[in-house]
Each structure stands twice: as C-alpha cells, then as structure tokens.
C-alpha cells in the first residue's frame, strides 16, 4: 500500500489557505467598492435633494420680503384715509381682505421685479393667475454645477371663497449630467388675519373729514326734504317744516301750522348724513354662523321646532314656546304660523337673529329681558301679526337687507324700529308701527290710518306719498314729501331715541399689522 507524502499533503492545505484567502479578500474588496459606490449614489441623491430645496427657500424668502412689505405700505396707506375714503375702498371691495388680495395681483409682479431687478413676473389678467421661473446655481459639488429651477404660480380670489395662494415648485440636479433630479413642491397661503380695527362706526358719526358740519337740530322739525313737499286736500303738518332745495305747495285746505323758513345753518347740512350707515359688514359676519342643533317639541311624535337649520312653528304644538337666545342664532328660515305665540327670552343680553327669510303669518312673537334683539334679515320678510307688542320699541332693531319692495299692512303690530337697505316700503289698512323706521329706498307710501306713533322716518332717498288717513307722529326726513286726503304729520317726541346729528367726525379705521402673514403647507416630494 502506498501512503500519501506529508510534504505534499502540507503543500496541498498551503495553496488551498492562500485561494480561500484570495476569494476572500477579493469579496471584501467588491463589497467595499460596491459599498462606496451606494455612498456615492446616496450622498448625490441627497444632494440634489438640498439642491430643490433651497430652490423652495429662496422663493419662500422672496415672496414673504414682497408680501409683507406689501401688507405693511396698504396697512399705512389705508389707515392714513378719511372715514369716507376708506368706506368707499370697502364698499367698492366689500371687505378689507378683497382690497389686500386685489392689491396683490396688481402688484405683486412689480414689486417682485424690482426686488429681483428682472422681468420675470407676469400677471395674467384673464385668468388671474402670477406666474414666474427662475434658476438658480449653487457652488460645485463632484466636479459639477448644481442647479435649481422653480416655478411659482400665484392666484388670489375673492367673493364667498376669498383665499390667496402661491404654488412653488423646484427641480434640482447637477447641470450636464444624466443622473435622475429631484422636484419639491409647496403651498404659501396668504393669511392677512386682520383683528377688528379700532374707530369707525360707532366711535363717532358725521363726514369723517375732519371738518364738522354745524349741528343743525332737527328736534324741532315736523319735516324737512331736499325737495318739494306737496300739501292737498286737508293734509296738515302740525309743526314747523322746511325743504333744502325745494318748494312748500299748500292748496285745497292743507296746512302747514309752524313756520317753514329753516334757519341759515341748514344749509350745509345733508340729510343723507341722517341715515345710519346699514350694517352690510355684520350680515357677512353672521352668516358664517352655523345653524343651530335640532330641537324637538316633544318625544311622542318626533315633531321638531328646529331643523335643518330652521325654526317652524308652523303647527299647534309649538304655541307657547320659548327660544332663548343668550348668544347670536343663525337660521335659514324663521317662520310662525297658525296664531302660535312665541316667546323669545333675551335677558339682559344684546344679541343678534340672522335669517334668510323671515314669515309670520298671524303668529305672535313676545320679547322678554332686559337686552336689545337685533333681527337681520336677508331676503324675505314678511310680519302680518304681532312682533313685540306693547313691548319696548327700544328692544328691537330690524334690519332688512334684501330689495323687494316690503308692504306691512293691517294685521301688523311692530314695536321696534325697521331699517331698509335698499327696498321701497309701504305701511297700510291700520298697520300698526311704534319705533323709527330708517329707509334708504326710493319710495315710502304711508296710507289706510297707519297709527304710527312718536317716531323718526329717516328716508333721504324717498319720496314720501301719505294718503287715505296715512298719518305720521314724529319727525320726517325724505327726499320728497306728498300728501292728501286728509293725512298729517304731527310734530311729537320719538319713543326710540333720536339718531346721532351730522357734525362729530367718524375716526377712520385703524388695522394692525398681522402676526403671521404666510402659513407654509408640509414640503411634499413629486
């Protein structure tokens, strides 16, 4: 038998060691290289990564320089305005926001342009859109030119969705290279975020100029307009009455008992100062109220009283309810029927009652505490039956903002004052109304032995018709007066206070600057 040589044996496991060794280290080696290799790759793409984002930053940076610098010169311009001027940029707006989002698109590119002294910012006027581009390079990283490359695109809107927005978006990659970018994307949302500016209404009343008017009292007046007032058939002014601009006309047996030579002063006075200014502003702030829960009248049939946002007491088991109203209500629908009474407890609380659509038909609806209920209305209102009777007029404010032509007729008892923002008024067949009414319709029509007692008709835009036994106790302002059959207007105390007299400047609004203009939406990755 023939045995292996140890020395061979020895040489054998010698080569073997040095091949495992070999294979060995030649596996650490291309797991390192292929180690380094994804080091590399990763620290690219990370790279590229930063490189998008301080495209997004220095957009960011640039138009919050420009919006903020923006908001700071309006805010100082805008406070620097009269009263009126600042009510005429509102009314023409509608609200502060719009006017700050309008000034946006108009001038956002130029300011933009100037800071960045380039031309890149357009404006779109037909689709309201602020579109621009931009590049920028970076120092080189792996031999190479980082780049970043943006587009930003603005749009501001206003009416029921005012919002403004700016979209930017940014690529990054190494300029010249073949390798994959990376692209960011984020949402700068304009948040002006206004606290209620001090002055205003409220603080004051006249032109808001400055320059006082003379307080010319109208206390002493039956009447006065700007035009003619036309006296026939037996119609009286028992008291003193004047017109601004025009004629007094007596024929047929009427009568003007008081004098009707306004004193010299009168003369700069405007009687459309008289009207108070309609809360537009409030009905935009109500209306963002949401409706109240649903509320039944009891658990045996399930009826509601309130539902869907709407009160109903449209059947014979909401009689005798009671709403209490600590804090301001907002309904779609107000409606009482069926000669349901109603009891609205207010307390010693001044609160408001927003509806579209107010209906009460041969319903009654009774005022308890101590507070003031102002009612805004905003489409439809209609009272044949009782609203406060007997009660405190001083309790009640209407306020109707819609632009039907509004009729109150014999079934009507309103013990409050009704203020009109732009529709005609007709009282007639023995409506019965005890508080001021405050028009700034074109028409007012006062007939049918309308009891209406101690009151203020402030109606500068209007003329005034009274005829078949339309009588008035109090003071009238309107634009024109004409009356017949036996009508009068009767000089008497107002049982609602008399409105402010033209003359003491109304402060002008004065808006702080926001704490935090721009909310920034989470970077996102594309």
């Known amino acids: 038998m023939r045995y292996l040589n140890s020395k061979g044996y020895a040489l054998y496991l010698t080569i073997l060691t040095i091949f495992l060794i070999s294979i060995l280290g030649l596996s650490l080696l ?21 490189i998008a984002e301080a495209g997004i930053n220095l957009e960011k940076s640039k138009i919050s320089e420009v919006l903020n610098e923006l908001y700071t010169s309006l805010i100082s311009s805008f406070n620097s305005l009269t009263y009126k001027e600042q009510k005429a940029v509102l009314d023409s707006y509608g609200s502060f926001e719009n006017y700050y989002y309008d000034q946006i698109k108009s001038q956002f590119c130029n300011q933009y342009n100037l800071l960045t002294k380039t031309s890149k910012c357009s404006f779109n006027t037909s689709s309201g859109i602020i579109i621009y581009e931009n590049s920028y390079n970076f120092s080189q990283q792996f031999n190479e030119q980082p780049i970043a490359k943006t587009t930003i695109k603005g749009e501001c809107t206003s009416g029921s969705n005012i919002s403004c927005i700016f979209n930017l978006e940014s690529v990054g990659n190494f300029e010249n290279s073949g390798k994959n970018s990376r692209s960011l994307s984020q949402k700068l949302t304009v ?33 006065i307009t700007n035009g003619d007032i036309m006296l026939v058939g037996g119609a009286t002014i028992n008291g003193n009455a004047g017109s601004l601009n025009g004629n007094i006309i007596i024929k047929g047996g009427a009568n003007v008992t008081g004098t009707t030579t306004l004193p010299p002063e009168a003369n700069n006075i405007k009687l459309e100062d008289y009207l108070p200014e309609f809360p537009n502003q409030k009905f935009d702030e109500l209306k963002k109220l949401s409706y109240p829960e649903d509320k039944e009248l009891n658990n045996e049939n399930k009826k509601k009283i309130i539902e869907n946002g709407s009160f109903k007491a449209d059947n014979w088991m909401a009689d005798n309810y009671t709403l209490t109203m600590n804090q301001d209500i907002r309904f779609d629908d107000f409606k009482v029927t069926s000669n349901n009474k109603i009891t609205i407890d207010i307390g010693n609380n001044n609160v408001n009652l927003y509806v579209n659509s107010m209906d009460i038909q041969q319903g009654h609806i009774k005022i308890v505490g101590s507070g003031t209920l102002n009612i805004f209305v905003k489409d439809d209102v209609n009272i044949k039956g009782s609203f406060n009777n007997n009660g405190n007029p001083n309790q009640i404010n209407l306020f109707y903002q819609g632009t039907k032509p509004t009729t109150f007729s014999g079934e009507t008892q309103l013990y409050g004052s009704f203020y009109t923002n732009s529709a005609d008024l007709k009282l007639t067949g023995g409506a019965g109304f005890y508080g001021n009414i405050y028009s700034g319709g074109k028409e007012l029509d006062i007939s049918g032995g309308v009891p209406t007692n101690g009151q203020y008709i402030i109606a500068p835009h209007a003329d005034l018709k009274l005829s078949g036994g339309g009588n008035i106790t109090g003071t009238v302002i309107a634009n024109r007066i004409d009356g017949n059959g036996g009508t009068f207007i009767k000089y008497g105390s107002s049982v609602v206070p008399l409105p402010e007299v033209p003359g003491l400047p109304t402060p002008p609004y004065e808006y702080q600057p926001a704490q935090s203009l721009i909310k920034e939406s989470v970077m996102d990755e594309k």
Not at 31 to 44: F, G, H, L
Not at 195 to 200: A, C, E, L, M, R
Not at 203 to 215: F, L, W
């Open 30 to 50: 291309t797991v390192t290289a292929n180690s380094n290799k994804t080091t590399v790759n990763e620290r690219y793409d990370q790279s590229i990564y930063y």
């Open 191 to 223: 948040d002006i975020n206004a606290p209620i500016p001090d002055g205003g209404p409220g603080s004051g009343n006249g032109d808001g100029d400055g320059n006082t008017t003379p307080n010319t009292p109208i206390s002493n007046l039956a009447a």
